[in-house]
């Protein structure tokens, strides 16, 4: 056991830095809850004050302890703690839990501090600081002053929870364990000093006892670190399901270009989920039923659902759900409804439709063993939903025996809907692996979940290279925000075409070669402080070149009355007719850089049809990930010929998507904020054109 995060969650000796002789007290909880869960391993307390803690000897610090401990728990002030992270590392200690406060959770002064603790640690690594702790459910290993560790018993299981919060972790195990549903490993991160998100991620894709991954995160800090953990897992067959709190777009700054609004922050983190194949709760009630119905670990592979119901209402509330989330509930087949049939004469029941319904014929053990076990047989249905009526609360054990005799006979999913408050009957089904759920809406979210994972493939990390020769690219004296004619002159260069123009001066007007445009023309500003022309009277659209000098002096006067700015520099371009208008931008935060494509124009925010992708460091897009990314769009119909509509040059498309992304992995950092909006996209074979385009470089 030599890796640090192996001996951090199954230490066989553990000190405690700080322990109090008060197992009510925070810092002396710890060992009393080692000891009410039986840890196996050495428990060494650190305090010089008294002798013993909890029959334990105690030493008065940590160069008096017999051996250097696996891991140490490290409970005293800010100050002290870094003396004692020092003196572990300097022991040859692998990993500290070190639940002090006051570090960078406090601010600038906090920061430094965390920083002296992380360059104190050296080599040991560090959990924390400002953290519950961990627990290690499998191996009776709580490392945690959390109070939910006062219950006596946890059911084990195959679900590991890595939270950024350590109250959610506490809330987690006891509402697991409350409904039935076995956990494995609990690690709360919080200010993540040293050890993150992703270095448990990457831990427990090697765990055999951890088959589902839960996140809570706040936030990622290292964003290519963890897309590497989480494709690890996706890998593996270890489905992740996250919680993202901060959701609201309220925070977001404003950006110069239409795709700032449209990449908020939110938008990257949906990104990045999908990208690397992990399932994202929307609702904290979510956040605990998906885990549930995953760790079943039987797949869905279809979306045809029946339903044993013994309340006519909750199955309607069912079934309705099901609906709206994209799930058939047809009538069984002709064979299914015979044997339903065989199982009660007459009519007492409605067991040859959907949702199958054993109201009036009574809850017959025997009857609800052959309905379960023929609905599992038939080649109908994907999935059985079973809905536990009144009687679970005076016979819970009821419908369970029916479960505990027929889950053998099927690998298919199976899961129940308690319809009254009975969470004794909902944990035994789902000790029984079936997952059990009191809100309907559930249900449908659990077999969403089931069937996302089953959709999972492994993502293949492509290396893109660039087809244009820029070796001898110059960006030059190129510097903050472009006007839009340098803007699409850098369009040009890296192979994306745009509408032909020309840059005219309105005080030396010269016209002579605006004939080659056509009979009408578009008119704008031309400005490297002003983005949105349109919204200042700065656009004119549908002009004749006889109009051409009386609309610029119109313009300009409307201009510097709206933004007062006077306009001397103008464009005159060609009228893009015929084509459809998208948006093709970069986007970049904390999580890395987005390419993102969608429906373009004035009204890009309006619509709000988008689809963002991340780009991995020093790679662009393959025209393979950019037609899947336009594929994605409510507006593909369009492009692909809805209706009778010819067809639109998608292939040109494709390309001109690949080459920005070439040109913002060429730019790299220089690039602050790039978008080309409207890109026109014309019939089959006729191409695409750039009409407009923001560019700020540093």
Known sequence: MSNPIQKLMEPRSIAVIGASTDPKKTAGRPIAYLQKH?????????????????????????????????????????????????????????????????????????????EELLAAAGAMRILGPNTIGMVNITDDIPLSPSSALEMDEFPKGFVSVISQSGGILGSLLSRATACGLGLSKLVSTS??????????????????????????????????????????????GKPIVAYKVGRSEAGIKAAISHTGALAGTDKMYDALFRQVGII??????????????????????????????????????????????????????????????????????????????????????????????????????????????????????????????????SEKPVIAYVSPHAPIAGALMTKLGVPAFSQPESCSVALESLWHANQLKVEEIKVHQSSNS?????????????????????????????????????????LESIGEFGEKVVLKILSNDITHKTEVGGVALNVQVAEIPGKLKAMREQVKSKAGVDISKYLIQEMAAGGLEFIVGMHRDSLGTAILVGAGGVTAELFNDT????????????????????????????????????????????????????????????????????????????????????????
């Open 38 to 114: 039986h840890f196996k391993g050495k428990i060494y307390p650190v305090n010089p004050r008294v002798e013993s803690i909890s029959g334990l000897k105690s030493y008065p610090d940590i160069d008096s302890l017999p051996e250097t401990p696996d891991v140490a728990i490290i409970m005293v002030g800010t100050d002290k703690a870094l003396s004692a992270v020092k003196e572990l590392s300097a022991r040859g200690t692998p990993a500290a839990i070190v639940l002090t406060s006051g570090f960078a959770e406090h601010g600038p002064e906090g920061l430094r501090k965390q």
């Open 191 to 236: 200010n993540e000093a040293d050890l993150g998100l992703a270095d448990f991620v990457d831990y427990l894709v090697d765990d055999p006892s951890t088959k589902v991954i839960v996140l809570y995160i706040e936030s990622i800090r290292e964003s290519e670190k963890f897309r590497v953990a989480a494709l690890r897992a996706k890998k593996a």
């Open 280 to 409: 994202r709760a929307n609702k904290f009630s979510d956040f605990l039923d998906i885990p549930v119905a995953l760790a079943s670990g039987r797949l869905l592979k279809g979306k045809r659902i029946a339903i044993l119901t013994s309340t006519g209402g909750a199955g309607t509330l069912v079934a309705d759900s099901l609906g709206e989330c994209g799930f058939d509930t047809p009538a069984p087949d002709e064979i299914t409804a015979k044997r339903l049939r065989a199982l009660q004469p007459g009519d007492q029941a409605v067991l040859d439709r959907n949702p199958i319904d054993v109201t009036l014929a009574g809850l017959q053990p025997e009857l609800l063993r052959g309905a379960i076990s023929a609905l599992l047989d038939s080649p109908t249905y994907d999935a059985l939903i079973l809905i536990l009526g009144s009687s679970s609360l005076s016979m819970p054990d009821l419908m369970a025996s029916a479960v505990r005799d027929c889950m053998s006979l």
């Open 470 to 510: 820029l070796s001898t690219f110059d960006i030059g004296s190129l510097r903050g925000s472009l006007n839009e004619s340098q803007a699409k002159n850098l369009f040009t260069i890296f192979g994306i075409p745009s509408v032909r123009e020309k840059v005219v001066d309105l005080d030396n007007l010269q």
């Open 611 to 698: 689809h963002i992708r991340l780009i991995s460091p020093g790679l662009a897009l393959s025209e393979q990930e950019a037609l899947e990314m336009l594929k994605q769009l409510k507006t593909w119909p369009l492009l692909d010929g809805y209706r009778g509509r010819p067809r639109c040059d998608v292939d040109a498309l494709v390309k001109a998507v690949v080459s920005f992304s070439e040109m913002v992995v060429y730019l790299d950092e220089q690039l602050i904020e790039c978008e080309i909006n409207p890109i026109f996209v014309f019939a089959e074979g006729k191409g695409v054109k750039a009409a407009d385009g923001v560019v700020v470089l540093s």
